[in-house]
């Protein structure tokens, strides 16, 4: 009996066969508004905490998959890390190419650059809070460069309040320094760009405040190579040297700070078959100054022009041996120099010869030295106990080369390490920062902590994933973004330990001799 053939098959029974349309023209518009939400959170910029995936996150959607993973801090930090948020906000909700406003003077320019400041009269901004303060020992550490900061908030004629900010990576690109620069100048006034270096030493040195120009032509030595001999690097570190033909131009800013020179100053070595170098400003008559000596000596040369935004050309005609120009203003007000140093150790600073760097500092009138190392230490072999040591050393250095000149620590920003999908601070961060505090406050100098000013434990990870992020990818680097938020801090901590010295004293501040 043979088998029955099998029944045609129906089409409309095989499922799978017939696209459910159906099913299409239900879920099809719900898939059209998630993808263009998707795409949304991408294209708007105020969408943007809420995009699933950012580059350098550990896997999609972290900001709801993370969560378990990080550990609710302690309320004392949590306090913290509300302030830090705090101020992040506000500082952010500012335009970052936002018009520099420098604040008017309160009172006429009468007095003379020996008279005493009148009393202090606060500003509102005065009374904003500081998430992290200065740190003393005694309290009086900052007294001198207080009183400098008086004098020119009085406008005081001629008062110029002069800090030199020295540091490794942490305030290359003149991110935080000059987030700092900008706040100073708007709150005591402008008193101009300040110190420039003759030639970069690498790609991250850069003055926001000067545009600057260089042929190429100049050799360098860099302190952090301990290169010289001698000893002397200059105030910023780096000499530019020359056969001949080597030149670079400097003048302000005109879209950052007040876009206006009234002093140029070259700094430079004389030396034994020393050469020409001619200066010009503008489209005047070039001066050519000698460099020979009979042994080599520290000189500069000033160039007074009326406030303006003027132009000068450096250009080597002979052997020369060039650190950098200043930009001063005669307006009172503050000058902020900064001076990075990328892949230096705090040690470089022992490199400078005793003499030298007295030399350089007093002819720079320095009110105070903020020193920002730690972050290129962190790999080397050695205890912190040994480290603490040797900062107190730099310190000792610093302070005999200019007694009465005050000084200021930063610590080092937080450092992240990835552990699978969290961020952690490395562990060599706090007992480093326990370290610079302990040096600091033993050689009597102020100490800023950076680190607690950012968070705490944790911060770097926290800035991280922060919108806009606050931290750079390498998490051992703050963002552009980040360096405004570390500048508005460490600015806060001044003002609040200024109005503190001003109620202390109040009474009116006399000049001390320069």
């Known amino acids: 009996m043979s088998a029955m053939p099998p029944l045609p098959s129906d089409p409309a029974d095989d499922v799978s066969s017939v696209p459910r349309w159906s099913m299409f023209r239900q879920v099809g518009p719900a898939l059209v508004v998630v993808v263009a939400c998707l795409i949304a959170v991408y294209v708007v910029p105020g969408f943007a905490a809420l995009r699933p995936w950012k580059p350098g996150e550990p896997v999609p959607f972290w900001n709801v998959l993370g969560r378990p993973f990080e550990d609710a801090p302690p309320p004392e930090q949590a306090a913290r890390l509300a302030a830090v948020d705090s101020l992040a906000d506000e500082v952010l909700a500012e335009p970052e190419d936002a018009p520099p406003t420098i604040a008017e003077r309160r009172r006429p320019v009468v007095a003379g650059p020996g008279d005493t400041a009148p009393r202090y009269e606060p500003l509102p901004e005065d009374g904003k809070p500081a998430p992290q303060p200065l740190e003393f020992a005694s ?4 007294d001198g460069f207080f009183a400098a900061l008086a004098r020119s908030d009085g406008g005081n004629e001629g008062a110029a ?17 000059g987030a700092i620069r900008r706040r100073m100048q708007q709150r005591f006034g402008d008193g101009g760009a300040g110190f420039h270096l003759m030639t970069p030493p690498n790609a991250s040195y850069l003055h926001r405040d000067v545009r600057f120009r260089h042929n190429g032509e100049w050799e360098h030595c860099f302190v952090i190579m301990r290169c010289r001999k001698d000893g002397h690097y200059g105030l910023g570190g780096v000499v530019a040297n020359s056969s001949g033909g080597a030149q670079s131009t400097f ?8 876009g206006e020179v009234s002093r140029f100053e070259l700094w430079y070595a004389a030396q034994p078959g020393g050469g020409r170098i001619r200066l010009r400003v503008d489209r005047d008559e070039p001066v050519v100054i000698d ?7 520290d000189r500069w040369h000033a160039i007074d022009v009326e406030p303006g935004p003027h132009k000068l050309e450096v250009r080597a005609l002979g052997r020369t ?7 001063d203003r005669a307006a009172p007000g503050v000058t902020w120099d900064a001076i990075s140093w990328v892949g230096s150790f705090t040690n470089r600073l022992l490199a400078f010869d005793a003499g030298h760097l007295r030399d350089q500092l007093a002819h720079r009138e320095a009110d105070l030295v903020v020193l920002s190392f730690g972050g290129n230490d962190m790999i080397r072999s050695m205890s912190m106990d ?5 900062y107190r050393r730099v310190l000792r250095h610093l302070k005999q080369a200019r007694p009465e000149v005050g000084c200021l620590v930063m610590s080092p920003l937080d450092h992240g390490i990835r552990k699978g999908v969290r961020i952690e601070s490395l562990p060599v961060v706090a007992p480093m920062v326990l370290a610079q505090r302990e040096a600091a406050l033993a ?17 770097a990870g926290r800035w991280f994933h922060r919108e806009p992020r606050l931290m750079g990818g390498d998490l051992g680097h703050a963002s552009a973004q980040g360096h405004r938020v570390i500048g508005e801090a460490l600015y806060r901590a001044i003002v609040q330990a200024y109005v503190a010295y001003r109620r202390r004293t109040d009474a009116p501040i006399s000049a001390p001799p320069r």
Do not use: K
Request: proline fraction near 3%; charge should be negative; aromatic fraction near 10%.
């Open 139 to 142: 309290g009086d550490e900052l």
């Open 161 to 177: 309040t002069r800090i030199v900010h020295w540091g490794d990576s942490s305030i290359g690109m003149d991110g935080i320094p």
């Open 251 to 258: 003048s302000p800013h005109a879209q950052n700070g007040a």
């Open 291 to 297: 460099t020979s000596a009979e042994s080599l000596e």
């Open 321 to 327: 041996r060039v650190y950098g120009v200043t930009l």
């Open 386 to 390: 040994e480290y603490e040591a040797e």
């Open 443 to 459: 050689e009597g100098c102020a100490f800023f902590d950076t680190f607690a000013a950012m968070g705490g434990e944790g911060s």
